[in-house]
């Protein structure tokens, strides 16, 4: 039994306090398919959203079989099962891949044929057997709202919260999902569908239906009685009479006559002995056990409607119901960090490589981007020519040599400057770009999926680890194609090459976080673009930054990090190329390993965003 007890949610708007939900209570029994119906706006998201925890309200409680949630602890994520309205699957997975890879999120099979047997009953459950090996991108409305059952469906809950599924679908769909609601209410007798709908078309098909009305219950009871208390003709009449009276006087009119109700078709909690199955409750004709109805001033209408519930499909359910197999799962166990973070690396690559723009957009920064760098530097660099010890008699020569040696300082200084900053600067544009839709991207998903049971740290392990292949990739290629056609840029090699990598990790890194917190893919692009935008001019390696702002600013550009303490290793190695660069540069060079250690923190700090980011809910 699901039980809500007085839910009050009140918002602050303009000052005011607005109530999303006012002192809302009601029961649902187990087996039942419950339809909450309402205008737009008057709540029916946010009280899915009170029921599945990811919201509280200020005042009431919800309670699962006499279990307090708030208190005793949510719904283990397997017994719940929350079907947003938007699609929650990756669009270049194929729908049986989508399957196996909720199988491997949130449950733990024994052996790959059970994983087989346990893929094959869910398409066939939920229809999509034909649509298998096909990519979500290309599923109808009708079938993506299937899959997002499907993917619910995988860990066999006992509550499943459906929000809009039948919504915007043509009425043969509508009918047919509907139906399929009905038919997992019935495949166990201790399941909860609850179906958030605008549509009030095929309403026989539940056992009871909740109209909310500017966050008030103002009915709850089987369909034929609804147009019983509401004195209307067809259901369709419901939302145009809700319109004749405030939602107060509704709510008020409900709370006299709902103990009525509730006696009348078995949804109290009370117990009476007379417990009947929940298939029987909308059998009860309302006007033959005298059921009051709502009067409002302006109506005196007091027909109702006849519609009849199908018996034969309630029959045939029930048979399909006495040999179902899947019983509702005592074993709550979901898979280990590592078999999450398994299953998403896994997932990623593939997604990776179904991607083709981005596979092209890697291939042409891959490659393009070491060929920019070396257009600049492909003569290579030539060992500077020594002045001589000796002073020449003729001055004039000696000046003149004197300068050219100078020019050739700063040309050469300039260029082996120049080198290593501009492999740096692309090198965290490639780390803007493979970061900043990582997570924003697919935000929705990843909700669903942490409410399913899915460890921010399982995702973010793979994050690390998939953008590691990447980061390694793309800074040693540049780094060791740029050293070879370039003959060798003076400096400590390996020196080089790792803070190459930790610039590409730092900045990677620090866009993983604007990611995991901004609430829109776009935004988090925008924003690591400017971050990116940023390193060059304030890296005080073209200009050099004023003496009061260095200090501040330059910890956090990682691209001066690893410029500087790149050009420190040429310190010792190529003490006279050091000289040249020295002359070309009025910033600090600092410490190679000064410079590991600031790129360490970025990857810390950014990372540490990252991980809050994932674990802060955003489904609002
Ligand atoms: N986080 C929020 N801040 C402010 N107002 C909110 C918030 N969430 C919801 N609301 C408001 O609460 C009301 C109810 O929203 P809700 O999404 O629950 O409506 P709904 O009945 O699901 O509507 P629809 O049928 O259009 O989906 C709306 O007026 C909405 O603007
Ligand atoms: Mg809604």
Redesign the pocket.
């Known amino acids: 039994m699901l039980e809500i007890c007085n839910i009050t949610l009140t ?1 602050e ?1 303009d000052g005011e306090p607005v109530a ?1 939900l006012d002192d809302v209570s009601f029961n649902v029994p187990p087996g039942h398919l419950l339809a909450i119906v ?1 205008p ?7 009280l899915m959203k009170v029921i599945a925890g990811l919201k509280e309200g200020q005042e009431g409680e919800v309670r699962w079989d006499g279990r307090n949630l708030a208190h005793e602890g949510d719904l283990h994520p397997s017994e719940l099962g929350y079907v947003p309205q938007f699609s929650v699957a990756h669009e270049l997975l194929t729908v049986e891949e989508c399957i196996a890879s909720a199988i491997a999120l949130r449950t733990r099979q024994p052996d790959e044929d059970a994983t087989s047997i346990l893929i094959s009953d869910t398409l066939t459950q939920t229809g999509l057997t034909p649509l298998a090996d096909r990519q979500v991108k290309v599923l109808s409305g009708g079938q993506k709202r299937r899959l997002g059952l499907a993917l619910e469906l995988v860990t066999n809950p006992a509550l499943l919260l459906c929000d ?1 599924v039948t919504s915007g679908l043509d009425p043969k769909s509508e009918r047919e999902i509907t139906q399929l609601l009905f038919d997992l209410s019935r495949q166990n007798k201790n399941r909860i569908v609850i179906n958030v709908t ?1 549509s009030l078309a095929n309403l026989s098909l539940y056992d009871s239906i909740l109209v909310l009305h500017e966050g008030c219950v103002v009915y709850h009871g089987p369909p034929r009685a609804l147009t019983h208390y509401f004195s209307i003709d067809q259901a369709e009449d419901v939302y145009p009479k809700l319109a004749r009276r405030s939602a107060g006087r509704w709510s008020t009119s409900w709370s006299r006559h709902r103990d009525d109700y509730y006696a009348a078709y078995y949804l109290s909690t009370k117990k009476t002995g007379d417990e009947k199955e929940p298939e029987l409750i909308t059998d009860r004709e309302p006007e033959r056990i005298r059921l009051p109805v709502a009067r409002t001033d302006d109506d005196d209408s007091d027909e109702q409607a006849t519609r009849k519930k199908s018996k034969d499909e309630v029959k045939r359910t029930q048979e399909e119901d006495d040999d179902a197999s899947h019983e509702i799962s005592s074993d709550h166990q979901l898979p280990g960090f590592i078999a999450q973070t398994r299953e998403l690396l896994q997932r990623r690559w593939l997604i990776f490589r179904r991607d083709m723009a981005q596979v092209w957009l890697h291939a042409a920064m891959l490659i393009g981007f070491p060929l920019l760098v070396v257009i600049f530097g492909y003569q290579g660099i030539k060992p500077l020519s020594k002045l001589p010890d000796r002073q020449d008699k003729d001055l004039s020569a000696e000046i003149s040599m004197k300068q050219s040696h100078e020019a050739e300082l700063l040309k050469t200084g300039g260029l082996v400057s120049g080198l290593i900053m501009f492999q740096v600067v692309l090198v965290t544009l490639m780390a803007s770009n493979n970061a900043a839709r990582e997570i924003a991207g697919e935000r929705v998903i990843l909700e669903r999926e942490r409410l399913g049971g899915l460890r921010p740290t399982a995702y973010l392990a793979s994050k690390i680890l998939f953008l590691g292949v990447l980061v390694l990739a793309q800074a040693l290629w540049m780094g060791l194609f740029v050293e070879i056609v370039c003959h060798g840029i003076p400096g400590n090699l390996p020196w080089k090459l790792l803070l190459l990598v930790m610039a590409s990790a730092a900045m990677t890194s620090v866009c993983l976080g604007v990611s995991a917190m901004m609430r829109s893919p776009e935004k988090a692009t925008i924003l690591s673009i400017y971050l990116v935008g940023f390193q060059l001019p304030l890296s005080g390696a073209v200009l050099a930054l004023p003496k009061v702002f260095a200090p501040v600013i330059q910890p956090f550009i990682a691209a001066f990090w690893s410029w500087s303490g790149s050009l420190h290793t040429l310190r010792d190695h190529a003490p006279d190329f050091y000289e040249a660069v020295k002359k070309v540069t009025a910033s600090n060079i600092e410490q190679p390993s000064l410079a590991l250690f600031v790129l360490s923190l970025h990857v810390f700090i950014g990372l540490t965003f990252a991980y809050a980011g994932i674990k802060r809910s955003q489904w ?1």
Not at 40 to 46: A, D, R, V
């Open positions: 918002l708007r999303l309402g737009s706006g008057c709540g029916k998201t946010t809009e605008h609002d």
